[in-house]
């Protein structure tokens, strides 16, 4: 094993608490863990609200050298992550209006106005029970946990989440993927717990969709 690799496994994952008080130190190996855990996400959110991935890139940035230069002043009433995160979303916002391309993330538009369930799969109007389900959607309890978990199972749900409007994407990626809470969400991108519950719904069931369509291929097309 090369020394590089020796010191990578012996490296000691930091929480963000213990992060902080390590930058506030100067410990430079802390702001590289904080980048490793957080710069791809940022990038994805910053690229929500600007032209290019080039643009993003430079907002991203910007935020890291306001995060180092706000350290001292930030009082800890939020969790550090959601701090960086509000950062970034200002300095995002900021570079779209100097764009011209305001679009804020709690708009409802295109893609994200889609029904999050097909209506086709409930009754229509005028049947007896007007609204209600066709056919329930099926349980997987009864799948084997080894077809659940397959690689090729997995590489569909990361193509489904891959595939899905930017903002249903990041939210389903900060909630399901990164584990962050709804209220944490809610603060880092400045939207309201409906709109976060709104997109994080229709993720969820877009995804699903895909599922049906691999384990029961007629179920999603009736």
């Not at 995060?67 to 800890?76: C, H, I, M, N």
């Not at 011209?100 to 049947?127: K, M």
Request: with cysteine; glycine share 6%; hydrophobic share 45%.
């Amino acid at each position: 094993m090369t020394r590089a690799l020796q010191w990578e496994s012996m490296r000691i994952v930091l929480t963000d608490e213990q992060i902080l008080v390590a930058l506030k130190r100067g410990d430079e190996s802390a702001f590289c863990q904080l980048v490793e855990r957080h710069q791809s996400l940022m990038l994805r959110v910053a690229r929500r609200y600007v032209r290019s991935a080039a643009v993003a890139e430079d907002v991203v940035q910007e935020t890291w050298l306001g995060v180092l230069s706000g350290l001292d002043r930030f009082e800890g009433r939020a969790s550090l992550k959601t701090w960086i995160f509000r950062i970034l979303t200002n300095r995002a916002i900021t570079r779209a209006e100097r764009e011209g391309r305001v679009l804020p993330f709690s708009s409802v538009t295109g893609d994200d106005a889609d029904p999050a369930v097909d209506p086709d799969r409930f009754r229509p109007e005028g049947d007896q029970w007007p609204g209600g389900w066709k056919s329930f959607p099926a349980s997987w309890d009864g799948l084997p946990e080894e077809r659940l978990l397959a690689r090729e199972t997995l590489a569909l749900v990361g193509a489904a989440i891959a595939s899905l409007p930017e903002r249903q994407h990041v939210v389903i990626l900060m909630r399901d993927i990164e584990g962050w809470s709804a209220g944490e969400v809610c603060e880092a991108l400045a939207i309201s717990e409906a709109n976060q519950r709104v997109l994080l719904h229709r993720a969820r069931s877009k995804v699903r969709r895909s599922l049906e369509a691999y384990f029961e291929p007629g179920l999603a097309l009736t």
